[in-house]
């Protein structure tokens, strides 16, 4: 999965599901009251979450976690 796909699909605010490394992971977010949430599971599991901020700090706090999976 290239960093644009995610990107792409983060700003439609489409879920996301991928495989990496062995393992399946799904990725969407949600506008709250207080800002954008982005959220990845890994097989049915929480694994990451942002702080509540704008849908572009999301984006960018997301893919320098990506790019350590």
Same mark, same amino acid.
């Given at each position: 999965?290239?960093?644009?796909?995610l990107?792409?699909?983060?700003i439609?605010d $489409?879920e *996301?599901s991928?495989?990496? =490394?062995?393992? $399946?992971? *799904?990725?969407y977010?949600? =506008?709250?009251? $207080?800002?954008?949430?982005?959220?990845?599971?890994?097989?049915?599991?929480?694994?990451?979450q942002s702080?509540?901020?704008?849908?572009?700090?999301?984006t960018e706090?997301?893919l320098?976690?990506?790019s350590?999976l």
């Amino acid at each position: 999965m290239s960093t644009n796909e995610l990107r792409k699909a983060i700003i439609s605010d $489409d879920e *996301l599901s991928f495989f990496q =490394n062995g393992r $399946d992971y *799904l990725l969407y977010g949600w =506008n709250q009251c $207080d800002g954008y949430v982005l959220s990845l599971e890994c097989e049915g599991e929480l694994v990451w979450q942002s702080a509540p901020m704008s849908k572009t700090a999301c984006t960018e706090e997301f893919l320098r976690y990506y790019s350590e999976l």
